[in-house]
């Protein structure tokens, strides 16, 4: 109940800043009895917060870096709110662990953003690992929109946009090959939904 109020609130404070989204092709959405996960390129702080928020009722868990639970108050926040810590550089059995135990047992799916980092767009395969030990599907989303506070007050438009899950019923096993050709389709996915909702739409990471 908790975590629903807290996606709830902080919706509403971007509805309230933002306006409402433009979102495309919800219904790609499996139906709350599945868990499944949902991958999309990281381009915001808060577009974890919008992909949560269309998906519901449906809950989450995703991934954050550890150095985000370094400040004991926001780390209580944000665990409420579905995350637990990776360490990026060494990340531990737990990365698998915790995901696949929930996907497979639990009623919550995962939020997760294969290039791992706002200033990359490089796919990592973690992902694909995940889907294939868990069996759930992964289903890609897009976000359109401002990546600056500034440009999210001056109400610039949020566009969302879900996909077809990914095919993964020829790969085998989550070894080097196998990753390397479905991240290559979740790539591919992506900037076929950023083509659909912009042709010309180009993501450009803002520095750190």
Known sequence: MFYAFLRNLVAFLLY????????????????????????????????????????????????AKKELFKNKIFAWWIKKCGAFPVDRENPGPSALKIPIKELKEGNKSLIMFPSGTRHSDELKGGVVAIAKLSKARIIPAVYQGPLTFKDLFKRKKVKMNFGDPIDMSDIKRANAEGIDIVTKRIDEAFKSLDYDLDPNYKYIPIKK
């Open 16 to 63: 309230v800043v933002n306006g409402r989204p433009e979102v495309h092709n919800l219904d790609k959405l499996p139906n709350k009895e599945e868990n499944y996960i949902l991958v999309a390129p990281h381009r915001t702080l808060w577009d974890p917060i919008y992909l949560a928020f269309l998906a519901r009722p449906k809950q989450f868990i995703f991934m």
